[in-house]
């Protein structure tokens, strides 16, 4: 089994501590997540600029997009994403005008499952529609209020959909090769990493520790 894709969550809002972050994992990580408040907060420059440095990683925008899917997400995929979210609790229509958007520019979509209430039905129209990753993932408030994703992550993995299945939510070094047995293609990890006394030292365990699973 290949080892999954290890996805760093860029959750500064200050570009100069995001783009050194950044540099400090790059050798360890397959994509640059731009995360939402980083996102929200620093718009499509921040893309362009780190598709400018990072020709060769794979770089998702976690839009969790709630509404005019293809309108808010073009502009993400013309400055060089290949991968936006999109909210599952959106709905279809702005699922499929994601995916719309994705395909003009010959990139890809994930449907964040956070907080949708049937996760299965969601998972089937999302993967009937097209989009390529589905995202289970326990958000920060609902990890502070003490959830994790894992029980989430087998019920996906069960369904045998056409799709990557990404998780996020709390992963760390204790944690990484459970969620990678358990199916994930995709780990997220943002908090273990950032928040680590040595950034490259937390990005290098990690992605050992999945090589290994
Ligand atoms: O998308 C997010 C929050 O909505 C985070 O980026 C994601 O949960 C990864 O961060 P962490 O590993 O700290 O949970």
Do not use: W
């Not at 908090?191 to 050992?208: N, Q, T």
């Amino acid at each position: 089994m290949a080892r999954p894709l290890i996805q760093l969550a860029l959750d500064s809002l200050d570009v100069a501590q995001t783009l050194k972050l950044a540099s400090l994992a790059a050798p360890y990580v397959d994509i640059f997540e731009i995360g939402t408040p980083c996102i929200k907060h620093n718009g499509v420059s921040l893309v362009k600029e780190l598709r400018k440095l990072y020709p060769n990683k794979l770089i998702l925008v976690d839009l969790k997009t709630m509404d005019a899917g293809e309108y808010e997400a073009t502009p993400f995929y013309a400055a060089g994403a290949d991968i936006c979210t999109v909210l599952g609790v959106s709905g279809l229509a702005t699922i499929a005008g994601v995916i719309k958007a994705a395909n003009a520019h010959g990139a890809e979509v994930q449907v964040d499952l956070i907080n949708v209430p049937d996760k299965a039905a969601c998972a089937r129209e999302s993967a009937k529609l097209g989009a390529q990753i589905i995202g289970v993932h326990t958000g920060l408030d609902a990890q502070a209020a003490g959830q994790t994703p894992f029980a989430d992550l087998q019920a996906v993995a069960k369904l045998g959909l056409p799709m990557r299945i990404s998780v996020a939510g709390g992963i760390k070094q204790s944690t990484v090769q459970q969620v990678a047995q358990a199916g994930a293609n995709i780990v997220v990890v943002g908090a273990a990493i950032y928040g680590a006394p040595s950034p490259a030292d937390a990005a290098r365990e990690i992605c050992e520790l999945a090589s290994a699973a």
